[in-house]
Each structure stands twice: as C-alpha cells, then as structure tokens.
C-alpha cells in the first residue's frame, strides 16, 4: 500500500487486491473518516436547509448539514457539534437514523445520519462555530418545499436528496 496523497480530510491509497475470481488489480482507495449527516428539524416539522459553497463543483449548493468526525469523537457527539457550528443552533435531541457507504467503490466514507430537533440557541460560551473555510447561510423549509426542490434539480446533492427520504 502506497498513501500518493494525504490532505487535511482525506487521503488517497494505491495498492493491489486480490478479487473474489482470484485475481489480482490495482486499487486506489480515497480513504475518509466517518461522517455526521444532521436533518435539524424545527419544532413546526420544518428542516433547517444549507447554503454553502462547493470547490468541486464551483457553486452553491442547498445541503443539510454534515461533518466529518474528529478523531476520538462519538458520532452523537459530532452530530451536535456540525449542528451547532453549521445552522447556529444546539440541538436538545438527537436520534441516529442509520449509516451508509455513498460512494464504495472508491472511498470508505461512511455517512451516519442524524435526526436532530428541539433546536434552541447555543450557549453564549459555546465552542462551535463554523469552520473557517465555511461561509454558510441557513434556512427553513418544508419537507414537501424541500422534496420539490430535489425534483426540480434545486437541490443536486445526494446525501440531501438521500436524507429528505428519512423523513
């Protein structure tokens, strides 16, 4: 195994793997810590929706709110922290919905996704504030407002498109 780039979220490795049929390829493998995927959900059922911009797809994009782990952190733990530093408010709850791999055939990113509700102001000695490379903007939404902008190409991101299902 050979790491041909390690960055500050992720790495990349190339190795060779024996398949399943016996035989043998090179693999490159981007190798990413869990994430936290948080629908903040307002006491009036509304979901709390992103605005951030994406460097890869050099746009805005509306997406709930999500992070990776830091390391030794519980996922419970991340899921309150990415809701209080992306939308500004702490969640009094939290309930995880289940976990899922987005992309397994090249990264082993798993994606844990979180209910998160009775969402209220953080304390005014918090920690969390957005990241510094993070200029987000939060707004609310009904899930059926939601789902539409999904359908309407609005919302392009698959862990949101994806989240808006648990709901």
Same mark, same amino acid.
């Given at each position: ?16 793997? @024996?398949?399943?049929?016996?035989? *043998?390829?090179?693999?490159? %493998?981007? @190798?990413? &810590? &869990?994430? =936290? ?9 509304? %979901?709390? +929706? %992103? ?9 805005? +994009? /509306?997406? =709930? ?5 830091? &390391? ?9 922290? *990415?809701?209080?530093?992306? %939308? ?8 995880? +919905?289940?976990? /899922?791999? &987005? ?17 209220? =102001? ?20 009904? =899930?059926?407002?939601? @789902? ?9 991101? +698959? ?9």
């Amino acid at each position: 195994m050979s790491v041909v780039y390690k960055g500050r979220v992720f790495s990349v490795e190339v190795d060779r793997r @024996r398949f399943p049929d016996g035989r *043998e390829h090179e693999v490159a %493998i981007v @190798r990413h &810590p &869990p994430a =936290v995927v948080i629908i903040p959900i307002e006491d009036d059922g509304r %979901i709390v +929706l %992103i605005r951030q911009y994406r460097a890869a797809l050099d746009r805005e +994009l /509306w997406e =709930v709110p999500a992070g990776s782990l830091d &390391p030794g952190e519980s996922a419970d733990a991340a899921a309150r922290r *990415e809701c209080e530093e992306e %939308i500004g408010r702490a969640p009094g709850r939290v309930e995880r +919905l289940g976990a /899922w791999y &987005p992309t397994p055939g090249y990264c082993d990113e798993e994606m844990i996704f979180f209910r998160a509700s009775t969402l209220r =102001v953080p304390a005014p000695d918090s920690p969390y504030k957005p990241d510094e490379d993070e200029n987000i903007q939060a707004q609310t939404f009904t =899930v059926a407002d939601a @789902r539409a902008m999904v359908t309407r190409g609005d919302i392009i991101d +698959l862990k949101t498109a994806f989240a808006l299902t648990l709901i």
